[in-house]
């Protein structure tokens, strides 16, 4: 029987160093020292690398605050969005921030930090236009879209004529050169439009009432640390910290 029992010893210890080992949550980064945080790198305004090469963006400084709260120092590690989340899974991350949408399809498999920016979709117009007030006001304009998009659908459904687009940039100037009469978009990228162009003539006509909002995601089972990032975002809109950062990028808040 003792080869057995050593034969089964050796497969468990085989087992365990194949599967992939998660770290112990706030303990493990409080020991390690750092936050190891999944982003993308190349989302502006969000996380990206401005002119001199270093990563910066508005996720960027809230995962910054978030460790500094946490007693560590951030450590950003960059990934493409189609492997981001897994990364959680291999333990190459602690946390990712990049505007991970909070849904329920998500939530089955990894928990999310309290909502930290909202997102709605918003009609935008010309500044001079007065006849657009809200998304009924579509039926027989043109709205400059991206066809594959829900924001396309969503114009589509209120009998817009779609004129297709690359994406928000192409569709912003469509509006203001007068080849559409609108565009249905996602108000964060608007604001980030107008705080580098602010004497831009366009304008938001209405906004849709729900919003989407994002979080923090980490690993389940990891209560301690979902307590302490929670703990640290609502310190930082406490304490003015949030509403720096989001006037920073956006001009406004943006949590809700």
């Known amino acids: 029987m003792k080869w057995l029992n050593s034969l089964l010893v050796a497969g468990a210890l085989q087992f365990l160093a194949l599967a992939p080992v998660h770290a ?15 982003t993308e790198g190349t989302y502006p305004p969000f996380t990206y690398h401005d002119e001199s090469g270093k990563l910066v963006g508005f996720d960027v400084e809230i995962g910054e605050e978030v460790a500094k709260r946490l007693g ?35 939530k089955k498999k990894y928990d999310f930090s309290d909502p930290y920016i909202a997102s709605k979709a918003a009609l935008i117009v010309r500044g001079d236009n007065d006849e657009i007030k809200g998304f009924a006001d579509l039926k027989g304009k043109k709205a400059a ?17 779609l004129v297709g687009t690359e994406g928000f940039d192409q569709s912003i100037q ?16 608007f604001l980030d439009f107008k705080k580098h162009k602010p004497d831009a003539n366009v304008k938001i006509a209405a906004t849709e009432a729900d919003a989407d909002y994002s979080g923090i995601i980490i690993r389940k089972n990891e209560p301690d640390l979902l307590a302490a990032i929670n703990a640290a975002l609502k310190d930082i809109k406490a304490d003015g910290t949030y509403q720096k950062i989001a006037d920073k990028y956006f001009g406004q808040d943006v949590s809700e």
């Open 24 to 38: 112990a949550g706030l303990e493990q980064i409080k020991s390690a020292g750092v936050f190891r945080v999944g």
């Open 72 to 106: 560590v120092k951030a450590q950003f590690l960059e990934g493409r969005w189609d492997g981001l989340i897994a990364g959680l899974d291999a333990d190459r991350y602690d946390a990712v921030i990049n505007q991970v949408g909070i849904t329920e399809e998500r």
């Open 145 to 161: 879209q991206s066809l594959t998009s829900n924001f396309g659908k969503m114009a589509q459904a209120n009998g817009a004529e």
């Open 174 to 189: 469509l509006v203001l050169n007068g080849r559409a009469d609108a565009t249905v978009n996602d108000s964060l990228s």
